[in-house]
């Protein structure tokens, strides 16, 4: 029989454990037998997850674009969840849906402060102790809207291209150091993600997901679950995971 990995054996760091995404993954972990460190800005349900999941969970209250802050949380963890094996760098947002000539600058920034810079504040305070330690496995959730343009995905599509090429730029790096680095690409995933980008327009981000079967933040987990399990010299670099209605159009021409 094929021999996955003992979740037991797990300290998983998942930040934007707070909701959708992330949230699963902590779950799928923590009930698996995983050690869980969840991390967003919003406490009560941070409080909330811990009270679900008990001991298995670990709430870090923290914004991922404050690398101070991450830092000094991360020195504090307890015994039991301070050799992190498995750093699930997750949180993230997209912010408007507008043509980059009317788009919002401060929206630009706050993506770029959260997907790149806040994925690479977190992979920077956690690496090198994998690393040390000879095991370890960085898994971040990019994006389909890294591989492929869209109308209005401008900044949001650019900074998880990044996080596709930065994936492989760091398995370069990590050759030989038995740390494993993956990056989970979904497609449309039914979360508060719609809700965020369009600013708590509640009529706006529903109509993303009406009358069609999204993908849900479980399959998502279930797939960063696999991936981590899976044996140790076993890498998935990159993960596409569209919902079955989900599909590509022809390139667009303009006539006349
Ligand atoms: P949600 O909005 O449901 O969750 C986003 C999570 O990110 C929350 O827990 C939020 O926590 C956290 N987060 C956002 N900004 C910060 C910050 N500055 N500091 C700390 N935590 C932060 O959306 P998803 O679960 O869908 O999104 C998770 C990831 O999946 C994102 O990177 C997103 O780009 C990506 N993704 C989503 C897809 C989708 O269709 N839903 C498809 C492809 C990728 P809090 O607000 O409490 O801080
Ligand atoms: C989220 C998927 O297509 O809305 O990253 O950009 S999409």
Same mark, same amino acid.
């Given at each position: &029989?094929?021999? &996955?990995?003992?979740p037991?054996?797990l300290?998983?760091l998942?930040t934007?454990?707070?909701?959708g995404?992330?949230?699963?993954?902590?779950?799928?972990?923590a009930?698996?037998?995983?050690?869980?460190?969840?991390?967003?800005?919003r406490?009560?349900?941070l409080?909330?997850?811990?009270?679900?999941?008990?001991?298995n969970?670990?709430?870090?209250?923290v914004?991922?674009?404050d690398?101070?802050?991450l830092?000094a949380a991360?020195a504090?963890?307890p015994e039991?969840f301070?050799?992190?094996?498995?750093?699930?760098?997750?949180?993230?947002?997209a912010l408007g849906?507008?043509?980059a000539?009317?788009?919002?600058?401060?929206?630009?920034?706050?993506?770029?402060?959260t997907?790149i810079?806040g994925?690479l504040?977190?992979? %920077?305070?956690?690496?090198?102790?994998?690393?040390?330690?000879g095991e370890?496995?960085v898994?971040?959730t990019?994006?389909?809207?890294?591989?492929?343009?869209?109308p209005?995905?401008n900044?949001?599509?650019a900074?998880?291209a990044?996080? %596709?090429?930065?994936?492989?730029?760091? &398995?370069a790096?990590?050759a030989?150091?038995?740390?494993?680095?993956?990056?989970?690409?979904?497609?449309?995933?039914?979360?508060?993600f719609?809700?965020?980008r369009?600013?708590?327009d509640?009529?706006k981000s529903?109509s993303?997901?009406?009358?069609?079967?999204p993908?849900?933040a479980?399959?998502?987990a279930?797939?960063v679950?696999f991936t981590c399990?899976?044996?140790?010299?076993?890498?998935?670099?990159?993960l596409q995971?569209?919902?079955?209605c989900?599909?590509?159009s022809?390139? %667009?021409?303009?006539?006349g």
């Open positions: &029989m094929y021999q &996955m990995l003992d037991a054996t300290t998983v998942v934007g454990a707070t909701s995404i992330g949230a699963a993954s902590a779950r799928r972990f009930l698996a037998g995983a050690r869980v460190i969840g991390t967003g800005r406490a009560d349900r409080i909330a997850l811990r009270d679900e999941l008990g001991p969970f670990h709430p870090l209250e914004d991922v674009r690398n101070a802050a830092l991360l504090g963890l039991g301070s050799a992190i094996n498995v750093v699930f760098a997750n949180a993230g947002l849906l507008e043509p000539q009317a788009a919002s600058l401060d929206d630009w920034e706050a993506m770029i402060d997907n810079k994925l504040y977190t992979v %920077k305070a956690t690496l090198p102790a994998m690393v040390a330690r370890g496995h898994v971040f990019g994006s389909i809207a890294g591989d492929y343009p869209y209005g995905g900044t949001y599509g900074t998880k990044f996080v %596709k090429q930065f994936t492989l730029n760091l &398995m790096d990590l030989g150091t038995q740390v494993r680095v993956t990056n989970i690409e979904p497609g449309m995933v039914e979360t508060e719609s809700l965020v369009f600013h708590g509640e009529t529903g993303v997901y009406a009358n069609l079967q993908l849900t479980e399959d998502i279930e797939q679950f399990t899976l044996p140790r010299h076993v890498n998935v670099n990159r995971v569209l919902p079955t989900q599909s590509f022809p390139l %667009k021409v303009t006539r």
